[in-house]
């Protein structure tokens, strides 16, 4: 095309890319230098130092988490970014393994009503974050459906407390918000199996289950990595619910952000703690699509 | 559907009921005549939600989200339909890089934004948190949005029709006016309804960036801590749950209707 034609697509792309650019650009940058300058007081100091990463990696007493040990000064910071990796990693596996046959039954099973199935699965999506985490609240609180439930019936006379407030709690309701993000991109890359590839490998003798694992398994792997990658990435960094149902035992490291912004007053410290968070996820990102051999495979797929 | 049993059909159905179960309890609750969210059910009562109704401080955060969201989804909307245009029809260069660029906020943990968002306006802007701020925060989450759905209705049709167009002598605004505009109408429907879903039930970026006058999940939010507020919460809720349901489903219906009506008898 003219070069004409890639001024006027520039100028159409321009409005959105400088929104872009303002609000989601200058915040990161913002961020990066923010973490370079140190709270002293009520004011903040601009001279640039590593000041707030020393202070994340300085050596300590430390603590002992899990048998985990964690020999820092603070070791604050360090202590919830492992337990936010290792309460996302759980929730996603679990979705994962729970949307995929929903996405597999939708692809191949379904073939009336196919439309309604899919609203079924978009509505809630769509519907509000902080609503379906509250929802949980309602199901395990102290005075909540399972407990009051269980009383009516006489099957328990006290309240069971350790249903909310704790990592379990905290997994069940992350995983519950963001199932219905994952079924929809495993769906797309079921649907878009080539059947006739299917028919080839049972007429060449595969039986239904190297069928499967030989041409159904590695072909939908491009929407379950994207589906892997799009839940696990936001809800390294969520704070919703933590705060909700999570209690004093469940909190992650999107609380500490949030505290060290609103209430204790040391932003570039919670700048630098996003930092090292974004840096930690896009490295265990890139580490996993490399050992899935990703870039092979998305030439192989196209 | 095959008529034998299906053990994947059962899997699906239980899916759907866990995925639906939780919130479902929201508007259960919200009618039962009792001050707890608890088991046993004591009675059908509509007073939550004139207590609801009732409430002025909770009236006015309604009125901040829906100004706030239809603000929003009409200028996100209005900037990602160029821009979706741009990336479809024409060669830009570099055009892969700035999508994936623009497409950030649906990976990216909201808190990092909104911290972001909330120290280039405090600190380089030196401006007040306002509902301006609010919907700054959600421009940016709702354009990525708006774009992938125009994209693929932008994609789905049939390019020839434009081409067609330009060769009978319409110039560029002409063909876009009459040609493109009305075949991607229903991918700008949608996307004004999604934007506005997606800025209404917003809370960690309006959370941070919220001032004196809270948008309905904030406010929510805070009420959230006060067990007595809890009958009032669960009606207003309901109600929220109940009205992205309706909205999402115009949406798809928008939608399918698009596309079944450019190929038909093609589902």
């Given at each position: 095309?003219?070069?004409?034609?890639?001024?006027?697509g520039?100028?159409?792309?321009s409005?959105?890319?400088?929104v872009?650019?303002a609000?989601?650009?200058?915040?990161?940058?913002?961020?990066?230098v923010?973490s370079?300058?140190?709270?002293?007081g009520?004011e903040?100091?601009?001279?640039?130092?590593?000041?707030?990463?020393?202070r994340?990696?300085?050596?300590g007493e430390?603590?002992?988490?899990?048998?985990?040990?964690?020999?820092?000064?603070?070791?604050?910071?360090?202590v919830?970014?492992?337990?936010?990796?290792?309460m996302?990693?759980?929730a996603?596996?679990?979705?994962?393994?729970?949307?995929?046959?929903?996405?597999?039954?939708?692809?191949?099973?379904?073939?009336?009503?196919?439309a309604?199935?899919?609203?079924?699965?978009?509505?809630?999506?769509?519907?509000?974050?902080?609503?379906?985490?509250f929802s949980?609240?309602?199901?395990l609180?102290?005075n909540?459906?399972?407990?009051?439930?269980l009383?009516?019936?006489?099957?328990?006379?006290?309240?069971?407390?350790?249903?909310?407030?704790?990592?379990i709690?905290?997994m069940?309701?992350?995983?519950h918000?963001?199932?219905?993000?994952?079924?929809?991109?495993?769906?797309?890359?079921?649907?878009?199996?080539?059947?006739?590839?299917?028919?080839?490998?049972?007429?060449?003798?595969?039986s239904?289950?190297a069928?499967?694992?030989?041409?159904?398994?590695?072909?939908?792997?491009?929407?379950t990595?994207?589906?892997?990658?799009?839940?696990?990435?936001?809800?390294?960094?969520?704070?919703?619910?933590?705060?909700?149902?999570?209690?004093p035992?469940?909190?992650?490291?999107?609380?500490?952000?949030?505290q060290l912004f609103?209430?204790?007053?040391?932003?570039?410290m919670g700048?630098?703690?996003?930092i090292?968070?974004?840096?930690?996820?896009?490295?265990?990102?890139?580490?996993?699509?490399w050992?899935?051999?990703?870039?092979?495979?998305?030439?192989?797929i196209? | 559907m095959?008529?034998?049993?299906?053990?994947?059909?059962?899997?699906?159905?239980?899916?759907?009921?866990?995925l639906y179960g939780?919130?479902l309890?929201?508007?259960?609750f919200?009618?039962?005549?009792?001050?707890?969210?608890?088991?046993?059910?004591?009675?059908f009562?509509?007073r939550?939600?004139?207590?609801?109704?009732?409430?002025?401080?909770?009236?006015?955060a309604?009125?901040?989200?829906?100004?706030?969201?239809i603000?929003?989804s009409?200028?996100?909307t209005?900037?990602a339909l160029?821009?979706?245009?741009?990336?479809?029809?024409?060669?830009?260069?570099?055009?892969?890089?700035?999508l994936?660029?623009?497409?950030?906020p649906?990976?990216?943990?909201?808190?990092?934004?909104?911290?972001?968002l909330?120290?280039?306006?405090l600190?380089?802007?030196?401006?007040?948190?306002s509902?301006w701020?609010?919907a700054?925060?959600?421009?940016?989450?709702?354009?990525?949005?708006?774009?992938?759905?125009?994209m693929?209705?932008?994609?789905?049709?049939?390019?020839?029709?434009?081409?067609?167009?330009?060769d009978?002598?319409?110039?560029?605004?002409?063909?876009f006016?009459?040609v493109?505009l009305?075949?991607?109408?229903p991918?700008?429907?949608s996307?004004?309804?999604?934007?506005?879903?997606?800025?209404?039930?917003?809370?960690?970026?309006s959370?941070?960036?919220?001032?004196?006058?809270?948008?309905?999940?904030?406010?929510?939010?805070?009420?959230?801590?006060?067990?007595?507020?809890?009958?009032?919460?669960?009606?207003?809720?309901?109600?929220?749950?109940v009205?992205?349901?309706?909205?999402?489903?115009l949406?798809?219906?928008?939608?399918?209707?698009?596309?079944?009506?450019?190929?038909?008898?093609?589902?």
């Amino acid at each position: 095309m003219s070069a004409g034609s890639a001024r006027t697509g520039l100028s159409l792309l321009s409005p959105a890319f400088l929104v872009m650019a303002a609000t989601l650009l200058a915040p990161v940058v913002a961020l990066v230098v923010m973490s370079f300058w140190t709270q002293s007081g009520f004011e903040i100091d601009r001279t640039f130092t590593l000041d707030n990463y020393a202070r994340l990696g300085e050596p300590g007493e430390g603590v002992v988490w899990y048998g985990i040990r964690f020999p820092f000064a603070y070791p604050v910071p360090a202590v919830l970014m492992v337990k936010s990796l290792a309460m996302s990693l759980m929730a996603t596996i679990c979705v994962i393994g729970v949307a995929w046959p929903m996405a597999y039954f939708l692809a191949f099973r379904v073939t009336r009503y196919k439309a309604m199935w899919i609203i079924l699965l978009t509505i809630p999506f769509w519907t509000s974050y902080l609503l379906r985490v509250f929802s949980w609240k309602i199901v395990l609180g102290f005075n909540g459906a399972i407990n009051s439930g269980l009383q009516w019936l006489g099957l328990i006379r006290e309240p069971l407390e350790f249903l909310l407030y704790n990592p379990i709690a905290v997994m069940i309701t992350l995983a519950h918000s963001w199932i219905a993000f994952s079924v929809l991109p495993i769906y797309v890359s079921l649907e878009k199996i080539d059947r006739s590839l299917l028919e080839a490998a049972s007429d060449l003798g595969d039986s239904k289950w190297a069928r499967f694992r030989r041409i159904t398994l590695p072909l939908s792997m491009p929407g379950t990595i994207a589906a892997t990658l799009l839940i696990f990435i936001p809800t390294v960094g969520d704070y919703v619910t933590p705060t909700l149902v999570g209690g004093p035992g469940g909190t992650m490291v999107g609380s500490l952000v949030q505290q060290l912004f609103l209430k204790q007053n040391d932003a570039p410290m919670g700048a630098a703690i996003s930092i090292v968070m974004m840096l930690i996820i896009a490295a265990l990102v890139g580490l996993f699509l490399w050992a899935i051999g990703y870039g092979r495979m998305r030439k192989r797929i196209g | 559907m095959t008529k034998r049993f299906d053990l994947l059909f059962v899997y699906a159905v239980f899916f759907v009921l866990f995925l639906y179960g939780p919130m479902l309890l929201m508007p259960l609750f919200s009618l039962n005549d009792g001050n707890f969210a608890t088991f046993p059910l004591k009675g059908f009562t509509l007073r939550h939600y004139g207590e609801m109704a009732a409430n002025t401080s909770m009236m006015t955060a309604l009125k901040n989200s829906l100004i706030v969201g239809i603000c929003v989804s009409i200028t996100s909307t209005a900037l990602a339909l160029p821009a979706a245009l741009a990336l479809t029809r024409y060669r830009v260069p570099g055009g892969g890089a700035i999508l994936s660029f623009m497409m950030l906020p649906l990976v990216v943990p909201s808190i990092v934004l909104a911290v972001g968002l909330l120290v280039v306006i405090l600190r380089i802007l030196g401006l007040p948190l306002s509902l301006w701020t609010v919907a700054a925060g959600h421009l940016m989450l709702c354009i990525p949005f708006g774009m992938t759905v125009l994209m693929s209705r932008l994609e789905g049709f049939d390019k020839s029709l434009e081409e067609a167009s330009r060769d009978l002598g319409a110039g560029g605004w002409s063909t876009f006016r009459r040609v493109t505009l009305p075949l991607a109408a229903p991918g700008v429907i949608s996307s004004l309804l999604l934007c506005f879903i997606i800025s209404f039930d917003e809370f960690v970026i309006s959370f941070f960036l919220t001032g004196t006058d809270s948008t309905l999940p904030v406010f929510l939010f805070s009420q959230l801590r006060f067990p007595n507020k809890l009958p009032g919460t669960l009606a207003l809720g309901s109600l929220i749950l109940v009205g992205s349901a309706v909205l999402v489903i115009l949406a798809e219906i928008v939608r399918k209707r698009g596309v079944a009506s450019d190929n038909p008898g093609d589902l």
